[in-house]
């Protein structure tokens, strides 16, 4: 963590670590994606859930991808990242960090093919506090941040993630997103959007953007399959984005700081013998 990564987030909204998984660690996480080839959306194998965020077009999502085994959950809290995420989410001398500096509220696997994008979307307008994104006295608000992993490579025609520099700090909504919000997935992919630039990236590779920046991806048009992981983290005073909780198996075995990130309320049992904060 540099002075030049906070200057290049804060002005840009994201920034790219290099060679921040390693390559045996990668292979790894790639085995394990190909033993869920077969799973479909709505299907469960263990604790991992397959999912479409609206459509089959935008490709399947594997949601609690760090219940999968011991290489995602190296993830949580890989040293490549953590104390940019630390920094970004902010907080940690504040009240916010009570319960720890920050968790995680979504994490999955995502695999495209031929084809398949995720339309443009987010942005600072409308506002929205889980996704804002804030500096005050030179120190970092961050309500999502967003680490990306390639676990492929990731160039012209492979579907890259697309950004628009800058924009988590725009006053208007870009008027090519016609009537959709920016805080809502449009539907189309995000190619030639005046603007937007594509994230290459090598497998092993990631991007950290704040989620308030306009986002989507490039139509993959090559053959093979565009593979990444996502977890998003921000203050621990939030909730998770989806339904799902972490399994009673995942937190058992995880170290103590991985278990604060992941899950940072400790169960509170009453008298009575009910449960306050229950996981499933």
């Not at 469960?44 to 011991?70: D, K, P």
């Not at 940690?92 to 920050?102: E, L, W, Y």
């Not at 977890?231 to 937190?251: D, E, I, Q, V």
């Amino acid at each position: 963590m540099t002075d030049l990564d906070r200057y290049l987030f804060d002005l840009n909204g994201y920034l790219i670590i290099r060679n921040a998984i390693p390559k045996d660690l990668v292979g790894e996480l790639n085995e394990s994606l190909d033993s869920f080839a077969a799973l479909e959306a709505g299907e469960w194998r263990g604790h991992v859930h397959g999912h479409f965020f609206a459509s089959a077009s935008e490709g399947l999502n594997l949601q609690q991808i760090y219940e999968a085994g011991a290489p995602w959950e190296y993830l949580i809290d890989n040293p490549a990242w953590i104390e940019h995420v630390l920094c970004f989410v902010g907080g940690q001398d504040s009240f916010d960090a009570q319960h720890g500096p920050f968790f995680i509220d979504e994490n999955f696997a995502s695999v495209r093919g031929p084809g398949e994008a995720i339309g443009v979307h987010s942005g600072p307008v409308p506002w929205a506090k889980r996704t804002q994104f804030h500096v005050h006295n030179q120190k970092f608000n961050c309500g999502m941040v967003n680490v990306l992993m390639a676990l492929s490579d990731i160039g012209p025609g492979d579907g890259a993630t697309m950004v628009i520099p800058a924009s988590h700090k725009s006053n208007f909504p870009h008027p090519e997103m016609g009537k959709h919000h920016m805080n809502e997935y449009s539907g189309g992919s995000v190619d030639g959007m005046t603007g937007a630039i594509e994230v290459h990236l090598q497998a092993g590779d990631v991007v950290l953007f704040v989620d308030a920046i306009c986002h989507g991806s490039a139509k993959r048009v090559n053959e093979g399959q565009r593979r990444v992981a996502v977890y998003r983290y921000g203050p621990s005073w939030g909730f998770f984005r989806h339904p799902y909780r972490p399994s009673a198996a995942l937190l058992e075995r995880l170290t103590p700081k991985r278990r604060k990130i992941v899950f940072p309320h400790e169960r509170v049992i009453s008298p009575a013998g009910s449960v306050s904060a229950a996981v499933s």
